[in-house]
T-cell receptor, first 112, second 114 residues
């Protein structure tokens, strides 16, 4: 049973560019959440997707957007990258009827 | 808003020492509480959880008890191993109110020396 997978594992971009990160949830899971983990900090909630719609959003600007596909996989898009967007981006999935979330290994984004 | 506070790290222990990592929370509802562990270069793994007051979560020798009266969920292990070296995160999830997104503490780095 595959767990949550994310791609790519590492990414280097320059300021002002755009980036897309991808996530495949654990088998049987239909809800996907994205978190940003800055170096030395705990993860911060970005948004959650269910039934292809954004169900809830944390305190992140509109430069952060997402999408969920019919197969429950998800993308996180960040436009106009800033140096401060450098972080580990974590995807987590769960069944909508259960509260325990399972995390992927993350994508480490470096903005130069 | 809801929040989680963890003891500052890093924590350095010798192998077989007793471990306590303190965690307290603030929440308006009735949250579930979690401990996640992050090994170097990896994502988060669920270590244990408790969903209501007085519940005890346990896994791999780690334990934590949901204390509503002190709003705490301290992580303990009787005898740590070198392989326990990692960053530990306390988190809450107000499933009913916020549909399950997690609020994390800042993490506590544990180093266990042989």
């Amino acid at each position: 049973d595959a767990g949550v997978t994310q791609s790519p594992t590492h990414l280097i971009k320059t300021r002002g560019q755009q980036v897309t990160l991808r996530c495949s949830p654990k088998s049987g899971h239909d809800t996907v959440s994205w978190y940003q983990q800055a170096l030395g900090q705990g993860p911060q909630f970005i948004f959650q997707y269910y039934e292809e719609e954004e169900r809830q959003r944390g305190n992140f600007p509109d430069r952060f957007s997402g999408h969920q596909f019919p197969n429950y996989s998800s993308e996180l898009n960040v436009n106009a990258l800033l140096l401060g967007d450098s972080a580990l981006y974590l995807c987590a999935s769960r069944k909508t009827t259960q509260e325990t979330q399972y995390f992927g290994p993350g994508t480490r984004l470096l903005v130069l | 808003g809801d929040s989680v506070t963890q003891m500052e790290g890093p924590v350095t222990l010798s192998e077989e020492a007793f471990l306590t990592i303190n965690c307290t929370y603030t929440a308006t509802g009735y949250p579930s509480l979690f401990w996640y562990v992050q090994y170097p270069g990896e994502g988060l793994q669920l270590l244990l959880k408790a969903t209501k007051a007085d519940d005890k979560g346990s896994n791999k020798g780690f334990e934590a008890t949901y204390r509503k009266e002190t709003t705490s969920f301290h992580l303990e292990k009787g005898s740590v191993q070198v392989s326990d070296s990692a960053v530990y995160f306390c988190a809450l999830s107000d499933y009913g109110g916020s549909q399950g997104n997690l609020i994390f503490g800042k993490g506590t780095k544990l180093s266990v020396k042989p």
